[in-house]
C-alpha cells in the first residue's frame, strides 16, 4: 500500500492533504521507536535494581554499595553511618555469643570424650574388670561373697566388657605361658623331644624358639584392651570399696565419677563421706569409722605421718566421746568406767605406743598435738583433751593407779550426763 501511494504521488504530485497525512505518519514511527528504546532502559534498570537486593540478601558486606544510587547515598550519609555502626555492633555481638557457645560445645564435646568410656558401664561391670584382667578363661573370680550377694552375673558382663571393646580373649606364647606351670611346659618341650632342663623363663623361651606357636593348646586368657586399661587406671578405688561397710559401690562410684582431675580419688571419697556425715550431725561412731578407715588407708599409701596423726587423734577423740555419752557408763563401777574407757584406744594402740617408744615423742608434746589436731576439726576443751591423753598413757604404761578423781574434766562430763538422763526419765515416769 505505501508503494502504491508513493507511486500516485510522484505521477499527480503532492497535495496539502497528502503532505499533512505524511508528517503525521513520519510522526507516529518516531514516537513508537522512542517509546520502544525508553521500555527497554527501564527493564534494565529493574534487572539491575533486583540482582543488588539478591546481593544485600546474601551478604551484609555489600549492603551500602548496591542497594542505592551514589546521589542517595550522599544525601542520607549520616543515616548510613548510623546503621553501618548498628550493623557492626550487632555483628561483634553476635560473634561473642557464638564464641562463648562453641566454646561451651567444645567443653562439652571434650567432657563426653572423656566420659565415653563410662558411659556403658556401671560400678559392676568395672569391678568385674578389675577382677578378671589377665585371668585364664574358665577361673574367672566368681566365688567372691560380694558377687554372691549381689547376685552378679558375672558370664553375662565379661561378655559385655568383650562387646565393648574393653576385654579381649588372647591365646599366644607371650600371653599364655607365663599361666603354665613348670611340669606344664616340660610336657610341651618332652612332646617335641627338646631339653628339659631351666628354670620357668628359660623353658619359655625355649619353647618360643623351637616351638610352632599354632602347633600347641595355649590357655585363653581375659586381655584388657587399651581401652579397659584406660579406665581400669581410672578407678582403682572400685576395689577399694567393693566390700566396704560404710558406703555402697554405686554410691562410691558415682561420687568418683562427679570430679575430674583428682589423683586420689579414694582420698577424695572418704573426706567427702565425712563432710556429709557432718552436715548430716550422725553419730560420732558413724564419723570414727569413716576417719578409721582413712587412716588405715592412709598407712598403706604411706601418706605423710602428720596427716596420719591428725587423723588418728580425731577418730580416737571421737571414740572416747561417744563412750562417754553412751548409756553403759551412766550406772557403771568407776573401775568398771575406766576399764571400758581403755577400750576405745585399742585399734590405734599400737600407732600409739610408736609414738611414744620408737619416735620417742614426751608426754607434753604428745598432749599438746592431740589438742591441736582435735581443735582443726571441732572446738574442744584442752583439760578434756589431757585428760583422753593421760587415760591412753594409763593404759599404754599399765598403769592401774588412775581413778575418776585423777580425771575431774571426764568425770564432771560423766556426772553431767548421768543427771540429764535422770531429769529425763523422772519426767516420762508414770
Same mark, same amino acid.
Given at each position: 500500500?505505501?508503494?502504491?501511494?508513493? #507511486?500516485? !504521488?510522484?505521477?499527480?504530485?503532492?497535495?496539502?492533504?497528502?503532505?499533512?497525512?505524511?508528517?503525521?505518519?513520519?510522526?507516529?514511527?518516531?514516537?513508537?521507536? !522512542?517509546?520502544? @528504546?525508553?521500555?527497554?532502559?527501564?527493564?534494565y534498570k529493574s534487572n539491575k535494581f533486583n540482582?543488588? %537486593?539478591? +546481593?544485600?540478601?546474601?551478604?551484609?558486606?555489600?549492603?551500602?554499595?548496591?542497594?542505592?544510587?551514589?546521589?542517595?547515598?550522599? $544525601?542520607? +550519609? !549520616?543515616? *548510613?553511618?548510623?546503621?553501618?555502626?548498628?550493623?557492626? /555492633?550487632?555483628?561483634? =555481638?553476635l560473634n561473642e555469643n557464638l564464641q562463648k557457645n562453641n566454646k561451651d560445645l567444645v567443653l562439652e564435646v571434650k567432657d563426653d570424650n572423656n566420659n565415653d568410656h563410662h558411659a556403658n558401664l556401671n560400678a559392676n561391670d568395672i569391678l568385674i574388670l578389675?577382677?578378671? /584382667?589377665?585371668?585364664?578363661?574358665?577361673?574367672? !573370680?566368681?566365688?567372691?561373697?560380694?558377687?554372691?550377694?549381689?547376685?552378679?552375673?558375672?558370664?553375662?558382663?565379661?561378655?559385655?566388657?568383650?562387646n565393648l571393646n574393653f576385654l579381649d580373649i588372647k591365646s599366644n606364647f607371650d600371653v599364655s605361658l607365663p599361666y603354665l606351670k613348670v611340669p606344664e611346659l616340660k610336657d610341651i618341650l618332652r612332646e617335641y623331644k627338646l631339653k628339659l632342663g631351666g628354670n620357668k623363663p628359660e623353658l619359655i623361651e625355649r619353647i618360643k624358639t623351637n616351638i610352632?606357636?599354632?602347633?600347641?593348646?595355649?590357655?585363653?586368657?581375659?586381655?584388657?584392651?587399651?581401652?579397659?586399661?584406660?579406665?581400669?587406671?581410672?578407678?582403682? %578405688?572400685?576395689?577399694?570399696f567393693y566390700n566396704s561397710p560404710i558406703i555402697s559401690l554405686g554410691s562410691a562410684h558415682k561420687m568418683a565419677k562427679e570430679v575430674l582431675n583428682i589423683d586420689d580419688k579414694i582420698e577424695y571419697i572418704y573426706l567427702n563421706l565425712l563432710q556429709q556425715n557432718q552436715k &548430716?550431725?550422725? &553419730?560420732?561412731?558413724s564419723t570414727a569409722n569413716?576417719?578409721?578407715?582413712?587412716?588405715? %588407708?592412709?598407712?598403706?599409701?604411706?601418706?605423710?605421718? =602428720?596427716?596420719?596423726r591428725k587423723y588418728t587423734n580425731y577418730a580416737t577423740y571421737l571414740s572416747v566421746t561417744q563412750g562417754i555419752h553412751s548409756v553403759a557408763f551412766l550406772y557403771s563401777s568407776e573401775e568398771n568406767i575406766i576399764d571400758r574407757l581403755f577400750i576405745y584406744f585399742n585399734y590405734h594402740l599400737e600407732y600409739y605406743e610408736n609414738m611414744l617408744f620408737?619416735? =620417742?615423742? #614426751?608426754?607434753?608434746?604428745?598432749?599438746?598435738?592431740?589438742?591441736?589436731?582435735? $581443735?582443726? @576439726?571441732?572446738?574442744?576443751?584442752? =583439760?578434756? *583433751?589431757?585428760e583422753i591423753c593421760e587415760l591412753l598413757f594409763a593404759q599404754i604404761y599399765n598403769n592401774r593407779n588412775i581413778t575418776l578423781n585423777t580425771l575431774p574434766t571426764i568425770n564432771y562430763v560423766l556426772e553431767k550426763i548421768k543427771k540429764e538422763n535422770e531429769i529425763r526419765m523422772t519426767k516420762y515416769d508414770f
Amino acid at each position: 500500500m505505501i508503494i502504491g501511494g508513493i #507511486s500516485n !504521488v510522484s505521477q499527480d504530485g503532492l497535495t496539502f492533504p497528502d503532505i499533512f497525512m505524511f508528517i503525521i505518519f513520519i510522526s507516529l514511527i518516531v514516537f513508537s521507536i !522512542v517509546k520502544l @528504546f525508553k521500555h527497554k532502559d527501564s527493564d534494565y534498570k529493574s534487572n539491575k535494581f533486583n540482582n543488588n %537486593y539478591k +546481593n544485600i540478601s546474601n551478604s551484609e558486606t555489600t549492603r551500602f554499595n548496591n542497594v542505592q544510587p551514589n546521589n542517595h547515598i550522599k $544525601k542520607n +550519609n !549520616v543515616t *548510613c553511618d548510623i546503621e553501618t555502626n548498628t550493623l557492626n /555492633k550487632n555483628k561483634a =555481638n553476635l560473634n561473642e555469643n557464638l564464641q562463648k557457645n562453641n566454646k561451651d560445645l567444645v567443653l562439652e564435646v571434650k567432657d563426653d570424650n572423656n566420659n565415653d568410656h563410662h558411659a556403658n558401664l556401671n560400678a559392676n561391670d568395672i569391678l568385674i574388670l578389675h577382677l578378671n /584382667k589377665n585371668r585364664v578363661v574358665g577361673k574367672e !573370680v566368681k566365688n567372691h561373697f560380694y558377687l554372691l550377694e549381689n547376685q552378679i552375673n558375672v558370664d553375662k558382663i565379661l561378655n559385655k566388657l568383650i562387646n565393648l571393646n574393653f576385654l579381649d580373649i588372647k591365646s599366644n606364647f607371650d600371653v599364655s605361658l607365663p599361666y603354665l606351670k613348670v611340669p606344664e611346659l616340660k610336657d610341651i618341650l618332652r612332646e617335641y623331644k627338646l631339653k628339659l632342663g631351666g628354670n620357668k623363663p628359660e623353658l619359655i623361651e625355649r619353647i618360643k624358639t623351637n616351638i610352632d606357636e599354632n602347633a600347641i593348646e595355649l590357655p585363653q586368657v581375659y586381655v584388657p584392651t587399651s581401652k579397659g586399661n584406660k579406665i581400669i587406671g581410672e578407678t582403682e %578405688y572400685i576395689l577399694h570399696f567393693y566390700n566396704s561397710p560404710i558406703i555402697s559401690l554405686g554410691s562410691a562410684h558415682k561420687m568418683a565419677k562427679e570430679v575430674l582431675n583428682i589423683d586420689d580419688k579414694i582420698e577424695y571419697i572418704y573426706l567427702n563421706l565425712l563432710q556429709q556425715n557432718q552436715k &548430716s550431725n550422725n &553419730s560420732d561412731h558413724s564419723t570414727a569409722n569413716i576417719i578409721n578407715s582413712l587412716v588405715l %588407708y592412709y598407712k598403706k599409701t604411706n601418706k605423710n605421718k =602428720n596427716v596420719i596423726r591428725k587423723y588418728t587423734n580425731y577418730a580416737t577423740y571421737l571414740s572416747v566421746t561417744q563412750g562417754i555419752h553412751s548409756v553403759a557408763f551412766l550406772y557403771s563401777s568407776e573401775e568398771n568406767i575406766i576399764d571400758r574407757l581403755f577400750i576405745y584406744f585399742n585399734y590405734h594402740l599400737e600407732y600409739y605406743e610408736n609414738m611414744l617408744f620408737i619416735d =620417742n615423742v #614426751s608426754r607434753r608434746l604428745f598432749k599438746n598435738l592431740f589438742y591441736e589436731d582435735i $581443735k582443726s @576439726f571441732e572446738d574442744t576443751d584442752k =583439760n578434756f *583433751c589431757d585428760e583422753i591423753c593421760e587415760l591412753l598413757f594409763a593404759q599404754i604404761y599399765n598403769n592401774r593407779n588412775i581413778t575418776l578423781n585423777t580425771l575431774p574434766t571426764i568425770n564432771y562430763v560423766l556426772e553431767k550426763i548421768k543427771k540429764e538422763n535422770e531429769i529425763r526419765m523422772t519426767k516420762y515416769d508414770f
